[in-house]
Structures are given as C-alpha cells and as structure tokens.
C-alpha cells in the first residue's frame, strides 16, 4: 500500500537516501522533506501524513521533539531518528507518544518492521472501529473522544490501560473489543473479576499455585494470567487485590515472569501479554489509606480512560432503550406509550447499561402494550432502588414475631402481606404489580396460584 511519508531531517545526504529508498518500487511511497520544524509545521497542517520520520536535531538540538505533538494530533504514525540514546531521550519520546524511537546507524531491517508494523496497526485501528459501531455503541462526544484515545493502546504493545467508570458502564464489552480488534478472537482474552473471587483464593486463581502450598491446593493449578500469554489480560476490580497479591502483581509486570504459590524458579513462566485494569473505587483515595501500592498505580496508569455513567449520557439512554424495544419486536410486538417512553428515557438508570438491559429482560414476557402505569415505581419516580435506608424499618412487634416463630415464617407473612397490598392497590393488574414489586412473573404468579385455593 503506497503511503504519504513525511520525512523530517536537515542533512541533505541523509534526507536524499531515505527519499530514494521510500520511494523506489518495493515500497512505493510518495515523500515529502521538511529541512526544519518551521517548514515540518507548515507541511502538518496543510497535508495529512500516514507516517513521519523525524530527526531530533536539526535547527538546534532535540528541536525534533517541538513537531511530535503536532504529528500525534494529527493522528499520524510518528518515528522519531537520533543519535541520542540517553534514557532521558528515549523516554521523553515515548512521554510524547511518539510510535517508534531508532537510534543510529539505522539498518534497513529496522525500516522494513517500522512499515510492517504500520501495516498492522492500521489493520487494528479500522477492527477497532467497525467492532465499536456494533459492540460499543455511544453517541455521547465525551465517551467517543475517550475512546479515541484508547487507538494509541492499540498501537504500542508495552502500554497498559485503565478503565474507569461505575459498574455496568461497560468496562468487560469495551477490553472485549480491544482484544477482538488486534487478535481476531478470544483464545487467549482472560477477565479476572478480582470482586468475585474470594480474597484468600485470589492470589492462587492468578498466579497458580503448586500442590500443598496451601489447604485447597489439593494439585497444581496453572495461574489465570498464564491462559492470557500472548493477548490480554483484564484485571477488573484490581482495587479489591490485597497487599500481598498487589506486590506479586507488580513483581509480574515489572519481569513478565510468573511463579505459582508454592513454586521454585523452575516453575517460573515468562508471559507477554497486554494489559488492561479497570475499578469504580478511587485508587487515589485508598493510596492515602494505605491500602493500594503507589508504585503499583503508577505501574497500571499507562493510557487512562473514563467511561461516563449512562446518567451522564442522555443521547446514550435514548439510544439503548430504543435498541431494547427494536430486540423485544423482533421477538413479540412491543409498543411503549409515548409518555412511558419518555419515563424510560428520563429515569437516570443508576445500574448504568447492565441494569438498563435487565429490566427490558424482565419485561419480555409481559403484555404487548405498556402504558406509565405499567413500569416500575423507580423508573416512574426516578430513584434508586438499590439504595437501602439507613434507619432500621423494623417494627418492635416485628422483631418480637421473628422471636416466636423464626425468620422463614415472618419472611413468608411480610411477602404475602406486601404483595397482597400492591395487587389489590393496583387493581388486580398482574403485570403492574409484578414490575412495581421488581419480582418474576414465575414469583407473583406462584404466589397468587397458592392463595388462590
């Protein structure tokens, strides 16, 4: 594929070879040389540019460095050339997102991986693209510009990124699409819900554990990070890692190297894989309360991503409750009132995605028409329905009841009680009471078939 090249260098005999090179048959590329940044400036605001070679010093020295944030913001492949390989150099280049830092004396192979890889990220940056327009669908500019930024994840295999955002804003669907986009399939794709995994059982299900290194380790057990050699692995939650797994995960991302509980060097197996985290907790608040490592924040905090609530996201909302209905026509003729709609569109969703996608599930079952009345209280009256009160609401003569005859009896009595309550309230309309409760139709239909009798 022929490319627009913009070469960036100040010495003729240099800037003459790579023009020949780039542009004769086997690569085929059509260059432009800019002698100095001024002209470079010039050139990267008038011309779009697949790729730039830039030589760090060329009116004065490391003035290279002045045109690499115009290139990234121009979206535009960017090598940086130099005779400096200080650490302080590599590292400022890399700081300004630069794709590639060579050193001389630069050799063709060096050339030819630079366009190889050009070539494949191109390839991940357009399967990025398409799979968000059917697997991560937002028309909020904030959320697209976020996820703009995560393209540079795509294209550097040694950044990690972060995700953060609420629960069920879809942090899982978007590392899925991340990997799909670079390896085609989910082989080697590993989510750790760190929240789901019982704390003592953590540091074993990670990294493997050898048989007797602890009471459940009954055989060995290959880790759930070595499954993700060569893809990615997404640690969700990773605020809920204690200090102990903390420093064993950063000993991993400092070496790549993992050792199973219990394990000698023996053991030990080096994994490459590409990294993604992600928490709705505030990492810096719990770093204040010592209970998350600095370094291993720092480690993790490679490309950051803030994935808004669906509340903060009103054309979002419309969208996926219109995308609900479509799926439920597809299935059974659903019409929303105009004003139930409305309700739906208006109601701030505190579950974010997931909770949006389980109501309209519970909902599948019910009549084809479904008016204000028909939804749930919460949605209505816009509050959260998982927020519990703070005060007890226990009665004393409750407490008394659960004393003489046991919790299972005052739990069956205070369901029949609530849900006789709602049914006659509600006029005897099964499926308005169903949905007002937030219980099944398989539950309020049992129930009302054994007092019915």
């Not at 940044?37 to 011309?47: C, E, H, M, P, W």
């Not at 509050?383 to 009665?395: D, G």
């Not at 003489?404 to 005052?410: C, E, I, R, S, Y």
Request: net charge neutral.
């Amino acid at each position: 594929m022929s490319l627009d090249v913009l070469l960036i260098e100040d010495n003729p005999h240099t800037a003459l070879n790579f023009q020949e090179m780039f542009e004769d048959e086997d690569y085929g590329h059509r260059v432009s040389v800019a002698k100095s940044t001024t002209v470079a400036k010039s050139l990267i605001q008038k011309r779009n540019f697949d790729i730039a070679f830039v030589d760090l010093d060329l009116e004065k020295k490391r003035a290279g460095f002045d045109v690499v944030p115009l290139l990234k913001d121009k979206k535009v492949y960017t090598v940086i050339l130099s005779g400096h390989d200080e650490d302080e150099y590599v590292e400022k280049g890399y700081g300004l997102n630069c794709n590639a830092y060579l050193t001389k004396p630069y050799d063709l192979e060096q050339i030819e991986n630079i366009f190889t890889t050009l070539d494949r990220h191109n390839e991940f940056i357009l399967s990025y693209r398409e799979l968000l327009k059917t697997d991560y669908l937002t028309r909020n500019e904030f959320t697209l510009k976020e996820l703009k930024k995560a393209e540079n994840y795509l294209l550097r295999d040694d950044i990690k990124l972060f995700i953060s955002g609420e629960t069920g804003v879809g942090k899982t669907a978007l590392s899925k699409v991340l990997h799909l986009a670079q390896f085609k399939n989910f082989n080697n794709y590993v989510h750790v819900n760190c929240a789901q995994i019982e704390s003592t059982l953590l540091k074993s299900e990670l990294f493997g554990a050898k048989k007797g290194s602890h009471s459940e380790a009954k055989t060995d057990k290959a880790g759930l990070i070595v499954g993700a050699n060569g893809g990615t692995l997404h640690l969700d939650e990773i605020a809920c890692l204690d200090l102990e797994a903390q420093a064993m995960l950063l000993t991993f991302l400092d070496t790549g190297i993992v050792q199973p509980l219990g394990g000698e060097k023996k053991d030990e197996v080096k994994i490459k894989t590409k990294i993604i985290c992600s928490t709705n907790e505030s990492l810096e608040k719990m770093i204040q309360e010592k209970k998350f490592r600095e370094d291993l924040y720092h480690r993790i905090m490679g490309k950051v991503l803030e994935v808004p609530s669906l509340k903060e996201r009103p054309e979002d909302v419309k969208l996926f409750v219109d995308l609900e209905i479509e799926k439920l026509n597809r299935k059974k003729v659903f019409r929303f009132s105009k004003a139930a709609r409305e309700k739906l569109y208006a109601y701030n969703w505190y579950g974010n995605i997931r909770e949006l996608k389980e109501y309209f599930k519970g909902i599948s079952d019910g009549k084809g028409f479904l008016n204000v009345s028909d939804l749930p209280a919460w949605i209505v009256n816009n509050f959260n329905k998982n927020n519990i009160p703070t005060r007890s609401v226990l009665t004393d003569e409750q407490i008394a009841y659960v004393q003489d005859n046991g919790l299972n009896k005052f739990l069956e009595k205070i369901s029949s009680e609530v849900i006789e309550h709602f049914y006659h309230k509600n006029g005897r309309k099964f499926n308005r009471t169903k949905n007002e409760l937030g219980i099944t139709q398989y539950n309020l239909k049992k129930y009302l078939e054994g007092h019915s009798k």
